[in-house]
């Protein structure tokens, strides 16, 4: 079973740094993610990254991810300690000012870790940095906001997974994990 991965988030970093993807600060991030797990949804029924998105001023975001970034500086990141020194493991992480605006920066410690990724994950990702590899953060935000998934969900609030796909049979197969994943759940923990 899939499951959220600080590691393979921050090899897909990497990844996109060794693949030359320009501009990857925090806000790129989110979009590259979100286009990606959209994509491998699509074609083989699961994401890559398990991260739970919202619908932010800026287009979509991965939670567990921006709250790992965001508390990577602070001091009382206790519920977030491990997520933060395996993220610093792989990265380095520059947070700038400019103009009032935070940029941050990542800079890889270590070359990627394919063996991290499936062939069908390391496919998608190769797709992903080849068509957004010159946006800017505006440009792929714009594209995010056009998403049917993005227009139908209220400000702040979770994307549904099934909306991130198009086909009903897509739809109807992820219905049906999500309610085998629930009863496996509790099953375990009764």
């Given at each position: 079973?899939?499951?959220?991965?600080?590691?393979?988030?921050?090899?897909?970093?990497?990844?996109?740094?060794?693949?030359?993807?320009?501009?990857?600060?925090?806000?790129k991030l989110m979009k590259l993610m979100y286009f990606a797990d959209k994509m491998h949804l699509q074609n083989y029924g699961k994401t890559i990254f398990c991260d739970d998105y919202y619908k932010l001023q800026r287009g979509p975001v991965a939670s567990l991810t921006l709250?790992?970034?965001?508390?990577?500086?602070?001091d009382d990141n206790e519920d977030f300690k491990s997520?933060?020194?395996e993220f610093l493991?792989?990265?380095?992480?520059?947070?700038?000012?400019?103009?009032g605006e935070k940029i941050t920066n990542f800079r890889p410690?270590?070359?990627?870790?394919k063996e991290l990724f499936s062939k069908s994950e390391l496919k998608i990702l190769k797709s992903i940095s080849e068509k957004y590899r010159l946006y800017t953060k505006e440009q792929i935000s714009e594209e995010?906001?056009?998403?049917?998934?993005?227009?139908?969900?209220?400000l702040?609030?979770?994307?549904?997974?099934?909306?991130?796909?198009?086909?009903?049979?897509?739809?109807?197969?992820?219905?049906?994990?999500?309610?085998?994943?629930?009863?496996?759940?509790?099953?375990i923990h009764s």
């Open positions: 079973m899939n499951q959220y991965s600080v590691k393979k988030v921050a090899n897909a970093i990497v990844y996109f740094s060794e693949y030359n993807v320009q501009h990857v600060g925090k806000t709250n790992i970034i965001n508390n990577i500086n602070e997520y933060t020194d493991d792989v990265l380095n992480i520059d947070i700038k000012k400019d103009n410690k270590s070359s990627f870790q995010s906001h056009h998403l049917t998934e993005y227009i139908n969900t209220e702040n609030s979770i994307i549904d997974i099934v909306d991130m796909v198009d086909e009903e049979e897509q739809k109807e197969y992820i219905k049906y994990w999500q309610n085998e994943h629930k009863q496996f759940n509790k099953m």
